[in-house]
Protein backbone atom coordinates (compact mmCIF):
# COMPACT_ATOMS: atom_id res chain seq x y z
CA UNK A 1 0.00 0.00 0.00
CA UNK A 2 1.25 3.29 -1.26
CA UNK A 3 -0.17 6.05 0.65
CA UNK A 4 0.12 9.93 2.16
CA UNK A 5 -2.44 11.42 4.69
CA UNK A 6 -2.45 15.22 4.09
CA UNK A 7 -3.35 16.05 7.60
CA UNK A 8 -3.45 20.00 9.18
CA UNK A 9 -3.48 22.01 12.22
CA UNK A 10 -7.07 23.09 11.73
CA UNK A 11 -9.51 23.70 8.61
CA UNK A 12 -8.93 26.40 6.38
CA UNK A 13 -5.23 25.95 6.43
CA UNK A 14 -4.04 24.51 2.85
CA UNK A 15 -4.69 20.60 3.26
CA UNK A 16 -6.61 20.97 0.00
CA UNK A 17 -3.80 23.46 -1.72
CA UNK A 18 -0.96 20.58 -0.88
CA UNK A 19 -3.00 17.70 -2.24
CA UNK A 20 -3.89 19.26 -5.41
CA UNK A 21 -0.32 20.35 -6.11
CA UNK A 22 1.24 16.74 -5.04
CA UNK A 23 -1.67 14.96 -7.51
CA UNK A 24 -0.75 18.24 -10.21
CA UNK A 25 2.78 17.39 -10.11
CA UNK A 26 2.20 13.54 -10.05
CA UNK A 27 -0.50 13.48 -13.14
CA UNK A 28 2.48 15.96 -14.87
CA UNK A 29 5.75 14.31 -14.09
CA UNK A 30 4.68 10.88 -13.83
CA UNK A 31 3.29 9.56 -16.51
CA UNK A 32 2.25 5.67 -16.48
CA UNK A 33 1.87 6.00 -13.07
CA UNK A 34 -1.89 5.98 -11.05
CA UNK A 35 -2.97 8.29 -8.98
CA UNK A 36 -5.83 8.44 -6.87
CA UNK A 37 -7.67 10.97 -4.23
CA UNK A 38 -9.91 9.83 -1.45
CA UNK A 39 -11.49 12.58 0.97
CA UNK A 40 -13.30 9.83 3.67
CA UNK A 41 -15.47 11.77 5.10
CA UNK A 42 -16.49 15.71 3.92
CA UNK A 43 -19.78 17.74 5.33
CA UNK A 44 -20.85 20.47 2.68
CA UNK A 45 -19.75 20.90 -0.66
CA UNK A 46 -16.27 21.21 -1.54
CA UNK A 47 -13.23 18.83 -1.85
CA UNK A 48 -14.14 16.03 -3.48
CA UNK A 49 -16.28 18.54 -6.40
CA UNK A 50 -12.93 20.20 -6.75
CA UNK A 51 -10.99 16.98 -7.27
CA UNK A 52 -13.85 15.26 -9.89
CA UNK A 53 -13.22 18.36 -12.19
CA UNK A 54 -9.22 18.95 -11.59
CA UNK A 55 -7.89 15.57 -12.38
CA UNK A 56 -8.32 12.89 -14.57
CA UNK A 57 -8.72 10.31 -11.82
CA UNK A 58 -11.07 7.69 -13.31
CA UNK A 59 -13.10 7.83 -9.99
CA UNK A 60 -16.18 8.51 -9.14
CA UNK A 61 -17.78 10.71 -6.66
CA UNK A 62 -18.52 7.88 -4.19
CA UNK A 63 -15.15 6.00 -4.27
CA UNK A 64 -13.28 10.05 -3.71
CA UNK A 65 -15.78 10.68 -0.65
CA UNK A 66 -17.46 7.32 0.71
CA UNK A 67 -19.11 9.40 3.41
CA UNK A 68 -21.02 12.77 2.94
CA UNK A 69 -22.95 14.63 4.87
CA UNK A 70 -24.93 17.61 3.51
CA UNK A 71 -24.98 20.09 6.63
CA UNK A 72 -21.07 21.24 6.65
CA UNK A 73 -20.45 20.63 10.50
CA UNK A 74 -18.56 17.99 12.40
CA UNK A 75 -19.14 14.70 11.36
CA UNK A 76 -20.65 13.29 14.45
CA UNK A 77 -23.06 16.49 14.46
CA UNK A 78 -23.71 16.27 11.13
CA UNK A 79 -24.71 12.18 11.41
CA UNK A 80 -26.88 13.16 14.20
CA UNK A 81 -28.93 16.10 12.51
CA UNK A 82 -29.63 13.88 9.70
CA UNK A 83 -30.56 11.26 11.62
CA UNK A 84 -27.59 8.94 10.31
CA UNK A 85 -24.54 6.87 11.50
CA UNK A 86 -20.82 7.01 10.71
CA UNK A 87 -19.82 3.79 9.14
CA UNK A 88 -16.08 3.75 9.07
CA UNK A 89 -15.67 0.20 7.71
CA UNK A 90 -16.96 1.55 4.59
CA UNK A 91 -14.73 4.01 4.35
CA UNK A 92 -11.97 1.82 4.75
CA UNK A 93 -13.03 -0.37 2.16
CA UNK A 94 -13.30 2.11 -0.25
CA UNK A 95 -9.47 3.02 0.78
CA UNK A 96 -8.72 -0.38 0.50
CA UNK A 97 -9.96 -1.29 -2.97
CA UNK A 98 -8.41 2.33 -4.47
CA UNK A 99 -5.35 1.29 -3.35
CA UNK A 100 -5.31 -1.91 -5.00
CA UNK A 101 -6.00 0.03 -8.42
CA UNK A 102 -3.76 3.10 -8.29
CA UNK A 103 0.26 3.29 -7.38
CA UNK A 104 -0.36 6.25 -4.92
CA UNK A 105 -3.69 7.66 -3.10
CA UNK A 106 -3.52 10.95 -1.50
CA UNK A 107 -6.30 10.68 1.53
CA UNK A 108 -7.20 14.29 2.89
CA UNK A 109 -8.53 14.75 6.00
CA UNK A 110 -11.13 16.56 7.44
CA UNK A 111 -9.83 19.67 9.95
CA UNK A 112 -7.13 18.94 12.30
CA UNK A 113 -5.55 15.80 13.81
CA UNK A 114 -7.79 16.43 16.89
CA UNK A 115 -11.07 16.58 15.14
CA UNK A 116 -13.45 14.18 15.83
CA UNK A 117 -14.21 11.67 12.41
CA UNK A 118 -16.94 9.94 14.92
CA UNK A 119 -18.06 9.93 18.58
CA UNK A 120 -14.96 7.52 19.52
CA UNK A 121 -12.17 8.68 17.13
CA UNK A 122 -10.35 11.58 15.47
CA UNK A 123 -8.29 12.32 11.96
CA UNK A 124 -5.25 11.28 14.35
CA UNK A 125 -7.25 7.72 15.55
CA UNK A 126 -7.83 7.57 11.82
CA UNK A 127 -4.08 7.60 10.59
CA UNK A 128 -2.88 5.28 13.06
CA UNK A 129 -6.13 2.56 12.52
CA UNK A 130 -5.39 2.46 8.24
CA UNK A 131 -1.95 2.65 8.87
CA UNK A 132 -1.17 5.86 6.44
CA UNK A 133 1.45 8.35 6.89
CA UNK A 134 0.97 11.87 7.22
CA UNK A 135 2.63 15.26 6.47
CA UNK A 136 1.12 17.87 8.59
CA UNK A 137 0.09 21.54 6.85
CA UNK A 138 0.71 24.50 9.02
CA UNK A 139 -0.37 27.86 8.30
CA UNK A 140 1.61 30.85 8.41
CA UNK A 141 -0.24 32.85 10.95
CA UNK A 142 0.29 34.08 14.93
CA UNK A 143 -0.10 30.61 16.81
CA UNK A 144 1.47 28.44 14.47
CA UNK A 145 4.50 27.25 16.53
CA UNK A 146 2.19 26.13 19.13
CA UNK A 147 -0.52 24.67 16.96
CA UNK A 148 2.18 22.64 15.21
CA UNK A 149 3.79 21.80 18.26
CA UNK A 150 0.15 20.54 19.80
CA UNK A 151 -0.91 18.24 16.17
CA UNK A 152 2.36 16.62 16.02
CA UNK A 153 2.23 15.64 19.58
CA UNK A 154 -1.06 14.12 18.85
CA UNK A 155 0.35 12.65 16.27
CA UNK A 156 2.90 10.85 18.20
CA UNK A 157 0.64 10.20 20.87
CA UNK A 158 -1.39 7.88 18.03
CA UNK A 159 1.81 6.07 17.48
CA UNK A 160 1.07 7.96 13.91
CA UNK A 161 4.15 7.98 11.27
CA UNK A 162 4.59 11.73 10.67
CA UNK A 163 6.79 12.05 7.43
CA UNK A 164 7.13 16.07 7.63
CA UNK A 165 5.77 19.39 7.79
CA UNK A 166 4.81 21.61 5.21
CA UNK A 167 3.75 25.57 5.76
CA UNK A 168 0.87 27.40 3.67
CA UNK A 169 0.52 30.97 2.87
CA UNK A 170 -2.81 31.14 3.30
CA UNK A 171 -3.12 34.65 2.63
CA UNK A 172 -0.34 36.68 1.41
CA UNK A 173 2.82 36.70 3.38
CA UNK A 174 6.37 37.85 3.53
CA UNK A 175 9.92 36.40 4.25
CA UNK A 176 9.66 38.29 7.33
CA UNK A 177 6.22 37.42 8.26
CA UNK A 178 7.01 33.59 7.45
CA UNK A 179 10.05 33.83 9.80
CA UNK A 180 8.32 36.11 12.55
CA UNK A 181 4.87 33.57 12.58
CA UNK A 182 6.17 30.03 11.81
CA UNK A 183 10.25 30.27 11.44
CA UNK A 184 10.79 26.44 10.07
CA UNK A 185 14.17 26.51 12.18
CA UNK A 186 11.77 26.78 16.05
CA UNK A 187 9.57 24.33 14.55
CA UNK A 188 11.54 21.72 13.63
CA UNK A 189 13.67 22.09 17.04
CA UNK A 190 10.35 21.82 18.74
CA UNK A 191 8.95 18.92 17.28
CA UNK A 192 12.12 17.34 16.04
CA UNK A 193 10.15 16.29 12.31
CA UNK A 194 11.79 17.51 8.89
CA UNK A 195 10.31 20.90 7.21
CA UNK A 196 9.30 20.14 3.77
CA UNK A 197 9.06 23.32 2.37
CA UNK A 198 7.03 26.30 2.20
CA UNK A 199 3.52 26.93 -0.36
CA UNK A 200 3.20 30.61 -1.10
CA UNK A 201 -0.42 32.39 -1.31
CA UNK A 202 -1.52 31.36 -4.67
CA UNK A 203 -4.40 33.53 -6.11
CA UNK A 204 -5.82 30.66 -8.10
CA UNK A 205 -5.38 27.53 -6.24
CA UNK A 206 -7.03 25.67 -9.28
CA UNK A 207 -4.50 26.68 -11.39
CA UNK A 208 -2.77 23.14 -12.54
CA UNK A 209 0.49 25.19 -13.77
CA UNK A 210 0.88 27.46 -10.79
CA UNK A 211 0.31 23.93 -8.35
CA UNK A 212 2.83 21.94 -10.26
CA UNK A 213 5.26 24.24 -9.51
CA UNK A 214 4.31 24.74 -6.00
CA UNK A 215 5.32 20.92 -5.82
CA UNK A 216 8.51 20.94 -7.44
CA UNK A 217 9.56 23.17 -4.60
CA UNK A 218 8.52 20.91 -2.12
CA UNK A 219 10.60 17.62 -0.82
CA UNK A 220 9.04 15.57 -2.73
CA UNK A 221 11.64 12.46 -2.06
CA UNK A 222 9.97 13.07 1.58
CA UNK A 223 6.25 12.85 -0.05
CA UNK A 224 6.34 10.59 -2.62
CA UNK A 225 6.70 6.94 -3.59
CA UNK A 226 9.46 7.36 -5.72
CA UNK A 227 13.17 8.85 -6.51
CA UNK A 228 13.37 12.01 -8.21
Known amino acids: MSALLIASTDSDTGKTVLTSALAAYWQTHCAG ?12 IGDRELYMRLFA ?9 PIHFDLPLAPPIA ?43 TVADL ?14 KLGAIGQAV ?8 ARVHIKGIVLNCVVPCTKQ ?8 DLIQSLTQVPMLGLIPH ?9 LTKVASNLELEQLMPISF
Do not use: C, H
Not at 33 to 44: A, E
Not at 127 to 140: N, Y
Not at 150 to 157: C, D, H, K, P, T
Open 150 to 157: ANIALARQ
Open 127 to 140: AWDWRIPLVLVVPV
Open 202 to 210: LPDPTNLAD
Open 57 to 65: LNQSLTEIN
Open 177 to 184: DVKDWAPA
Open 33 to 44: RSLGIMKPVQSG
Open 79 to 121: ADKEGRRINLETAWQAFESLSQKKDWVLVEALGSLGSPVTYES
